[in-house]
């Protein structure tokens, strides 16, 4: 069974950073592209960023790009966000995603929260 | 940006009725779109990719179809199970965008 649990999310203030994680199990993480969806409160989903199999390849939404940072070790079976310069408008539900084009698996979220 | 204009924003029908959601793109997406189905308080969950292909473990109730930029997920009869938000997504052009989104509820 596929599972996606996603951690490090919290409050933080205008301007500080966080880094999310993401565990993958019940597939072979590095045969497949990974991607973060945001969902802010009450709202629709927003792609923000994913990553190819290897790493090498990496694509950002506008409203997050020179912000943010995607990676992932495979060794770990684990894909990351990085969050910097962070912004109210960040403030949301974080998933990450199985795949990079259409989203065959979810993890549940982890949310995160830009207030001073 | 590939626009998604998904419509209704809410959809009110009975047990057993024909729905219809519809999803209008600013461009064409060949057959690059995924639906998803969002229940209250859950993470979304796929149900069609690349147009009309239904995911496993879908139930076949549920089907997708495009005429020219113009994509429909369809649920032939309505069942309680399907209350949920209903998410287009397309995937030919980055960014990757989705539709605002359709609740469905029971009449």
């Known amino acids: 069974e596929v599972q996606l649990v996603e951690s490090g999310g919290g409050v933080v203030r205008p301007g500080g950073s966080l880094r999310l994680s993401c565990g993958a199990s019940?597939?072979?993480?590095?045969?497949?592209?990974m991607t973060w969806v945001r969902q802010a409160p009450g709202k629709g989903l927003e792609w923000v960023s994913d990553?190819?199999?290897?790493?090498?390849?990496?694509h950002y939404a506008d409203s997050v790009k020179g912000r943010f940072t995607i990676s992932r070790d495979n060794a770990k079976n684990s894909l990351y966000l990085e969050m910097n310069s962070l912004r109210a408008e960040d403030t949301a539900l974080y998933h990450c995603?199985?795949?990079?084009?259409?989203?065959?698996?979810w993890g549940q979220g982890i949310l995160v929260t830009v207030s001073s | 940006d590939i626009q998604m204009t998904q419509s209704p924003s809410t959809l009110s029908a009975s047990v057993g009725d024909r729905v219809t959601i519809t999803c209008r793109a600013s461009?064409?997406?060949?057959?690059?779109l995924a639906w998803y189905q969002q229940k209250p308080g859950k993470a979304p969950t796929l149900l069609i990719y690349?147009?009309?292909g239904l995911e496993s473990g879908v139930p076949s109730r549920f089907s997708g179809s495009v005429s020219g930029t113009e994509f429909t997920l369809t649920i032939s009869s309505l069942q309680p199970d399907d209350v949920a938000t209903y998410y287009c997504?397309?995937?030919?052009?980055?960014?990757?965008?989705f539709g605002q989104g359709t609740r469905v509820e029971i009449k």
């Open positions: 690349k147009t009309s």
């Open positions: 019940g597939f072979i993480f590095d045969d497949y592209g």
């Open positions: 995603a199985k795949g990079q084009t259409y989203f065959s698996n």
């Open positions: 990553i190819n199999w290897s790493g090498s390849n990496t």
């Open positions: 997504h397309q995937y030919n052009n980055y960014p990757w965008t």
């Open positions: 461009q064409s997406l060949s057959t690059w």
